[in-house]
C-alpha cells in the first residue's frame, strides 16, 4: 500500500497522528514525526495534520512564502521562554542547527514535533540553503560537502523514536510500540506561583540563603532547559520581597528576552500588586529592575540586595568576572546544554575566577524537568544530533600518559563524520574549551570550506585538537580595494581584512594565510605542550603550501597574549570595541612563513607600535592594563629618545619633577623601557600594569590608588617614581 498525496487522504495515518498525540499527552513526553518527501507533499500533509489537532498551539518554521502563519528559521530564537504544542519544522528551506534546537526547547510535554525533510537517502544530495552561514566566500551553498545533514539524515532514519512516514512508500505497520499502552506521567505543574519539584525547591532555598549571608559566597545553578532554573530565580525573588529580606532585586541576562520567565513566576507569586514592564518588576517600594550586563558595570545603580545573572554561559567571561568583583551577593544560573552557551564550558572557564574571589561559592543543579517528563524521546535526539551531550574522552584514558605516544595527525573530516565516538570526543573537547560553543559550530567543522582539524591522540583517546581555517589569497584588486576602503566585507577571512579595514594594510587579503579557530586540550593533560605541538604541525603544513602566515584572534586576555607570544607570534592589530564573545577587545597575533609573510607583519607591528600611545589614551583607555602591558611587552621596543627627554626621566625619578608635567616624557620612557625591564625582571608586571594606566591610560588619581591598593596620591607617586628609577637605563 503507497501513502496517498496528503495525510489526509489516509484514514489510517491519520490516525496514527491522532495515537502519536494520546501518547505524548499521556506520558507527557514531546513525540517526533518526519514527513520525508517533497515540499509540496509535506506541506500538504503537515496542513492536514495542523487542522487535525485543532488543540494545539501551532508554529510552523518555514522558508515556504506558501505555509500557513508562518516563522522563518531564524525566528527560532523569539520562541525562547515560551511554550507550544505543535512544532512543524520545514527542513526543505535548510535545516539550521542553533534553530533546531532552539525550537525543541519551546516545545512542551505532551507536544509533537513534525519534520519535513527532502527523502532520507537523498537529503545530503541536495544543497542547503542554511549552509550560506559559513560558506566564506566565494563559495556557495551548494559547493559545500553536506556532511552534517548526512550525519543527521542517518541518526533520524536509525531512530526508533522517531516516526516516519515516506512520500511513495509502503505504509510501515501503524501500531508501533510507542503507540501502545502508555504509561502515565506525573501530572504537569501548573501553578507558577509555587516550585513544581523537589530540585526546584532546593534552588529557591540555596538562593535564599545566598541573599541572608554577609560573606562573599555566590551560588552557581546549573541545570537543562525545561527543568526551570528561571522559575526558581523568579520564586526566591519574590520570596524575598515579600518577606521584606530584600527591596532591590536586580536582574541580568544577555538580553531582556532571556529573562521573561523569572518574571512571569515571580509576578505570580507577588499577586495582582506587581506591576511588569520593560523595565522590569515592581511591587510597593521594592524593584527588581533588569539591567543589561554591560549597563549595569558602566554606570551607577542604587544599592542591590542580590543580582540574579541568568543565561550566564553567554555572558563574556570578563564581564561575569567584573560583576563577581562588584557584587558581594549574587546568584549565576547556566543552561548545561544550551543554543547561547553551553554551561558544562561555563562552569569549568569560570571556575578559576571563581576560586580566586570567592572560594566559598557554591554549585547546584537541577536534573528534573518540569516541561516534559522523565525520559522524554526529543531530548535525547536533539543531544545526539546536535552532540549537545558530547564529553571528551575520560581521564583514565590518559593514565600512564608519555609524550613519545602522542600521535599528531590532520583529520579527514569524511571519515571523521562517520567515527561517532571520536567525533563525540572531539566536539566535547571543544565545549570545554569555550563555553560559547553552539550548534552551528558542528557543521563548520564538518562542512566549513577550508577548514583544517588536527588532534593530538594518545592511543584512541583526543588528548588536544586544533580547527584552522584558511583565508586571504584575494587576487582581485579591485576587491581588495573595497575592503580597504569599507565598501564590501566578503564573508570569512577574518583576519585579512581586521588587517585592511582596521589595520590600515591595503595588501593583507592578497597574502595567504591560516586563521586559528580554536585550541583545545583536555583538562587532564593542560601545560604538556600539546597546543603547541598543534601549531608547530598547522605551520609545517602551511609551510610547504606556500602560504605566506597564521594567526589569531581572540580577545586581548594577558594569559591568552603570553601563550601565543610563548608560541612565536606577534601582535599585528588590536581592535578599538569589545568582542561580543571574550568581553575584550580582539587582538589579532600573526607568525610569518615566507619573505611576504614577514614584510607584512614587520609593517603591522611598526603601526601596532605607532598607534598604541593613542589609542590607550582613547578608545582603549578602559582596556585593562595588564593586557596593555601583554601587548607593549610583545612587541619590538622603541629607541631610547634623546638626552633631553632622559633628563625629564630623572627630574621624575630621582628629584621632585610633577607626574603631570612629566607626562609626556613618562610616556615616551614606558614605550621605549618596559619591555626590557620586564623581560629583565627588573620590575614586577602589576608596576609594568600601574605605568601604562598612569602614562599611557591617564588614568585618575583616584582609579589610579584604588587599582593598585594605595593609600592616597603621596603613595601612588612615591611608586610611580621607583617604577621609573626601574625602567630608566644606565649610562
Known amino acids: 500500500m503507497n501513502i496517498p498525496a496528503t495525510l489526509a487522504d489516509h484514514p489510517a495515518l491519520c490516525e496514527l497522528v491522532r495515537g502519536l498525540h494520546a501518547v505524548a ?304 551577593r549574587l546568584v549565576f544560573a547556566s543552561t548545561v546544554h544550551g543554543y547561547e552557551g553551553t554551561g558544562r564550558g561555563f562552569e569549568i572557564r569560570f571556575r578559576a575566577a571563581l576560586d580566586r574571589l570567592a572560594p566559598d561559592w557554591r554549585a547546584l543543579s537541577l536534573d528534573t524537568p518540569i516541561r516534559w517528563a522523565a525520559g522524554d524521546p526529543l531530548e535525547a535526539l536533539s543531544f545526539r544530533a546536535l552532540l549537545l551531550d558530547a564529553a571528551p574522552a575520560d581521564a583514565a584514558a590518559f593514565a600512564g600518559f608519555d609524550d613519545a605516544r602522542i600521535a599528531y595527525e590532520r583529520l579527514d573530516r569524511a571519515a571523521l563524520a562517520e567515527d561517532e565516538p571520536r567525533l563525540r570526543q572531539l566536539f566535547g573537547l571543544l565545549v570545554l574549551a569555550h563555553y560559547q560553543t553552539r550548534p552551528m559550530d558542528l557543521r563548520m567543522l564538518l562542512d566549513g570550506p577550508g577548514v583544517r582539524l588536527y588532534v593530538a591522540r594518545f592511543g584512541g583517546a583526543v588528548a588536544a585538537t586544533l580547527i584552522a581555517t584558511e583565508e586571504g589569497g584575494l587576487e582581485d584588486a579591485a576587491l581588495r580595494a573595497d575592503i580597504f576602503a569599507g565598501r564590501r566585507r566578503p564573508r570569512g577571512h577574518l583576519l585579512p581584512q581586521t588587517l585592511s579595514a582596521h589595520g590600515g594594510l591595503a595588501e593583507a587579503p592578497a597574502r595567504r594565510m591560516l586563521r586559528v579557530v580554536r585550541i583545545a586540550t583536555h583538562p587532564a593533560l593542560t601545560w604538556r605542550g600539546l597546543g603547541r605541538a598543534l601549531l608547530q604541525r598547522l605551520e609545517a603544513d602551511a609551510r610547504r603550501e606556500g602560504l605566506d602566515l597564521v594567526g589569531a584572534s581572540f580577545g586581548a586576555a594577558p594569559e591568552l597574549i603570553a601563550f601565543w607570544t610563548r608560541c612565536g607570534y606577534a601582535p599585528a592589530h588590536l581592535g578599538t570595541s569589545r568582542n561580543a564573545a571574550s568581553g575584550e577587545p580582539a587582538l589579532v597575533v600573526l607568525r610569518a612563513l615566507s619573505p611576504a609573510g614577514a614584510d607584512l607583519l614587520a609593517l603591522a607591528e611598526r603601526r601596532l607600535a605607532e598607534h598604541l600611545p593613542v589609542l590607550l589614551a582613547g578608545p582603549l583607555r578602559t582596556l585593562a592594563p595588564e593586557s596593555a602591558l601583554a601587548v607593549l611587552s610583545a612587541l619590538p621596543p622603541q629607541p631610547c629618545p634623546e638626552p633631553l627627554t632622559r633628563q625629564e626621566w630623572l627630574g621624575f625619578a630621582e628629584a621632585s619633577r610633577p607626574f603631570e608635567s612629566s607626562l609626556p616624557a613618562l610616556a615616551r620612557l614606558g614605550r621605549a623601557r618596559l619591555a626590557p625591564a620586564l623581560s629583565a625582571a627588573r620590575i614586577r608586571p602589576e608596576d609594568g600594569a600601574l605605568w601604562i594606566a598612569a602614562s599611557l591610560q591617564f588614568w585618575s588619581v583616584a582609579a589610579l590608588v584604588e587599582h593598585a591598593g594605595l593609600s592616597g596620591r603621596q603613595t601612588l607617586i612615591e611608586r610611580l617614581r621607583a617604577i621609573a628609577r626601574s625602567l630608566i637605563p644606565g649610562d
Not at 177 to 201: F, M, R
Not at 235 to 244: D, H, N, R, T
Not at 313 to 326: D, G, M, V
Request: net charge neutral.
Open 25 to 328: 499527552r499521556a506520558r507527557r513526553h514531546r513525540q517526533i514525526l518526519l514527513l520525508a518527501g517533497r515540499p509540496a507533499w509535506c506541506e500538504a500533509s503537515a496542513r492536514a495534520l495542523s487542522t487535525m489537532l485543532t488543540d494545539s498551539t501551532a508554529v510552523w518554521l518555514s522558508e515556504a512564502e506558501t505555509a500557513p502563519g508562518r516563522h522563518p528559521s531564524r525566528a527560532a530564537e523569539q520562541l525562547l521562554g515560551g511554550e507550544v504544542d505543535l512544532l512543524i519544522l520545514d527542513a526543505h528551506g535548510g535545516f539550521d542547527p542553533d534553530g533546531f534546537g532552539l525550537a525543541c526547547g519551546a516545545l512542551r510535554g505532551g507536544g509533537l514535533l513534525v519534520l519535513l525533510t527532502p527523502p532520507l537517502a537523498h537529503w545530503a544530495e541536495r544543497p542547503d540553503p542554511q549552509a550560506a552561514r559559513i560558506a566564506i566566500w566565494p563559495y556557495q551553498p551548494e559547493q559545500l560537502s553536506n556532511r552534517f545533514i548526512a550525519r543527521l539524515a542517518r541518526l533520524l532514519d536509525a531512530s526508533p523514536a522517531v516516526i516516519k512516514v515516506r512520500e511513495g512508500a509502503p505504509l510501515t505497520p501503524l501500531t508501533p510500540p510507542e503507540t501502545v499502552a502508555p504509561t502515565c506521567a506525573p501530572p504537569l505543574h501548573t501553578n507558577p506561583a509555587t516550585p513544581a519539584t523537589a530540585d526546584q525547591q532546593r534552588a529557591i532555598a540555596a538562593i535564599l540563603v545566598t541573599a541572608g549571608t554577609r560573606a562573599r559566597q555566590p551560588l552557581v545553578i546549573s541545570a537543562h532547559r525545561g527543568r526551570g532554573k528561571s522559575a526558581a530565580l523568579g520564586l526566591a525573588a519574590a520570596e524575598l520581597l515579600a518577606s521584606g529580606q530584600a527591596c532591590c532585586i536586580v536582574v541580568t541576562a544577555p538580553r531582556r528576552s532571556a529573562v521573561g520567565a523569572l518574571y512571569a513566576h515571580a509576578q505570580a507569586r507577588l499577586g495582582e500588586a506587581a506591576r511588569l514592564d520593560a523595565e522590569g518588576l515592581r511591587w510597593g517600594q521594592c524593584q527588581m529592575p533588569f539591567r543589561a550586563p554591560e549597563v549595569l558595570l558602566g554606570a551607577p545603580e542604587p544599592h542591590a540586595d542580590l543580582l540574579l545573572v541568568d543565561e550566564a554561559a553567554a555572558i563574556p567571561a570578563p564581564l561575569l568576572e567584573r560583576l563577581l568583583r562588584s557584587h558581594p
